[in-house]
């Protein structure tokens, strides 16, 4: 778990949240409870006392201008992570992340640029995440147009929203 104030940009795909809840159907343990379904844009961000004006303005400018229209159409499954690939997002997770370049992705533990995903489990031992992965696939392709990205934060009572950024111009 993360240490409180921890912050991270993301793109809710509130249409994905089925697979959250499938997801939690098999196993309640590999889904992160009061996190909707979402992509990371730039996880770890700024530490939440550091969330300023100032940083939602120069987050406002690295965002792109407009909907974002996305597609999940594959389940991609290593070890005891299941995910789905947003790619059309990742355009938008290299321009946030450039902005603000001190904040190194995921801690770096997966390279400077990873590919951006959604989660649809974590930690799963290996049964659980094939019979995830099954399942999630029954549920593909999603659509869904995105207007804004959401910076939110760690917080004991759990994740709460701090601000949303629309990319409507």
Do not use: C, K
Not at 6 to 14: D, F
Not at 72 to 77: F, P, T
Request: no cysteine; proline share 13%; hydrophobic share 50%.
């Amino acid at each position: 778990m993360p240490p409180w104030g921890t912050t991270a940009v993301l793109a809710l795909v509130p249409q994905a949240q089925p697979l959250l809840t499938l997801a939690a159907e098999v196993d309640p343990r590999v889904v992160r409870p009061g996190v909707p379904a979402h992509a990371a844009l730039l996880y770890p961000w700024l530490p939440a006392d550091r969330v300023d004006d100032s940083a939602l303005e120069r987050l406002r400018g690295a965002t792109p201008v407009g909907r974002i229209p996305v597609r999940l159409a594959e389940v991609e499954r290593h070890d005891g992570f299941v995910a789905v690939p947003v790619p059309e997002l990742g355009a938008a997770a290299t321009a946030v992340r450039a902005a603000f370049p001190h904040q190194v992705p995921y801690g770096g533990r997966f390279g400077p640029n990873p590919p951006v995903h959604l989660t649809v489990a974590l930690d799963a031992d290996a049964q659980v995440a094939e019979a995830v992965a099954d399942r999630a696939e029954t549920l593909l392709p999603i659509s869904a147009e995105l207007t804004s990205v959401h910076v939110v934060a760690l917080t004991p009572a759990g994740w709460r929203e701090l601000a949303e950024v629309p990319l409507a111009p």
